[in-house]
């Protein structure tokens, strides 16, 4: 699939083992960072902290993002994101275990681009890391570059 990078924000190993098999499985070949909280998760997507050589213009193709995670939650990263004018258009996609109304209407509120609940069985995961794929990574047509700006 596409050259874009993938953010995978994760604090579960095997969440995120199971995420890069996943990835594995459907061919998807996209340099794939993993980061393992919501500060490293900002960190990385404004060039701040350890990332600080990073350019924050060089937006990824999409950001999984899981919601619960350690130092930052998931909601608060996705609300500093939209609300950076450098960050605020990168496609975020909540990819959560969590089950709560609650959380997908804060979700969509907060201007996350899609919400998708991990499925339990194997199959059905990789299934679903198949379809996010095909959609973000070759159909979406993201904003133009300057838009980034």
């Avoid at 594995?24 to 919501?38: A, K, Q």
């Avoid at 999409?62 to 996705?78: A, Y």
């Avoid at 605020?88 to 919400?115: C, F, H, K, M, Q």
């Amino acid at each position: 699939m596409g050259e874009g990078t993938i953010l995978l924000v994760e604090d579960n190993q095997d969440d995120e083992a199971l995420s890069l098999r996943a990835f594995e499985r459907n061919n998807i070949r996209n340099p794939i960072v993993c980061v393992r909280d919501g500060q490293e998760a900002l960190d990385w997507l404004m060039g701040e902290g350890q990332y600080a050589h990073r350019d924050p213009t060089d937006r990824p193709a999409v950001v999984l993002l899981d919601l619960k995670l350690p130092k930052v939650d998931g909601l608060e990263v996705l609300r500093r994101v939209r609300t950076n004018p450098v960050t605020r258009l990168t496609p975020i996609v909540i990819l959560t275990s969590s089950r709560e109304d609650r959380d997908r209407l804060e979700g969509y509120s907060l201007g996350a681009n899609s919400y998708i609940q991990k499925p339990v069985d194997f199959e059905q995961f990789v299934e679903a890391i198949r379809q996010l794929g095909l959609y973000w990574l070759v159909l979406n047509e993201p904003p133009p570059p300057t838009s980034w700006e």
